[in-house]
């Protein structure tokens, strides 16, 4: 294994939990203070979301798997964060690896919540979301200056599995040129729907980055009309792309061949100092 490069990296001590970030798949794409805890905990409890390629930088670590995913029967959030709390009253080093960001839909502020409350110590490692790297990993800028000026991330199911009803998807539709929206396939009629009564266009592009950053990555570029028919057919998890910057795929899709230099139609039009 690589030697970690020297750097005052903080003692995982008997106890603690860290709540960590492993990235969207890729586990190049893991922190040093990830890879650092992978070495030093005793126990890993992890989503399913966790690349199994990235426990094995862990060997010989006892791993606990609690993963929620759509549909499955899953553990409990409140029966996980018991499970840290017992872990680390035990005096064990838990870690909390948790797929892209931990803070980013990924219900880590309810587990650190459940810490403070138990008194139990912990540290955030955050992580790259699949809603950045991800799209990224797919030649998506999730900004561009001839593009957006803001970005939304929204997820697409709420706790009971609905599409949230507490959205204001007009708001959305109207609030940012491009939307990233995270667990979007199984609703995704009703969002496309919604984004287009509210006045986005059913030819606007749109991505489909499933499995991002693994060997699996598969990429589908459709346009918001029918979004919700190839959602029907895209493997999960996925993330979906709503927006001007898909089409700057055509150009920067470094993970597959080059085909325009030219994307957006704008060379020659837009400052370019
Ligand atoms: N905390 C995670 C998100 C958890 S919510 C993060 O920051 O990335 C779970 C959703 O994240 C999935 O339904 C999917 O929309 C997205 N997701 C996570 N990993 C992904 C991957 N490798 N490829 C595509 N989407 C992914």
Not at 140 to 167: C, L, M, W, Y
Not at 171 to 192: F, N, Q, W
Not at 255 to 263: I, Y
Request: with cysteine; charged share 20%.
């Amino acid at each position: 294994m690589t030697a970690l490069p020297p750097h005052d990296w903080p003692p995982f001590l008997p106890g603690w939990v860290w709540l960590c970030g492993a990235g969207p798949g890729d586990p190049g794409l893991l922190t040093l203070h990830a890879l650092h805890a992978l070495r030093s905990c005793d126990v890993v409890v992890h989503d399913a979301l966790v690349e199994p390629a990235i426990l094995d930088w862990a060997p010989g670590v006892e791993r606990i798997h609690a993963g929620k995913r759509g549909g499955k029967p899953s553990p409990k959030q409140r029966d996980i964060s018991l499970r840290l709390i017992e872990l680390a009253r035990e005096g064990r080093r838990v870690l909390r690896l948790k797929g892209g960001d931990p803070f980013v839909f990924g219900r880590g502020g309810e587990e650190g919540l459940a810490l403070v409350e138990a008194g139990v110590p912990f540290r955030v490692i955050p992580g790259i979301s699949a809603g950045i790297g991800g799209l990224a990993y797919a030649g998506i800028p999730v900004t561009h200056r001839d593009v957006n000026q803001s970005v939304t991330f929204v997820t697409g199911h709420d706790q009971s599995g609905e599409a949230p009803s507490a959205i204001d998807w007009g708001a959305v539709a109207r609030a940012s040129e491009v939307i990233v929206i995270y667990m979007g396939l199984k609703h995704a009629a009703t969002i496309a729907g919604a984004l287009m009564a509210a006045g986005r266009g059913a030819l606007e592009p749109c991505a489909i980055v499933s499995e991002a950053t693994t060997p699996r990555q598969r990429v589908v570029e459709t346009v918001l009309g029918r979004l919700a028919e190839e959602a029907a057919r895209a493997e999960a998890p996925a993330i979906l792309c709503v927006g001007r910057a898909v089409l700057l795929r055509q150009a920067l899709d470094w993970a597959g061949v080059v085909r325009s230099a030219d994307p957006l139609g704008t060379r020659g039009l837009s400052a370019s100092a």
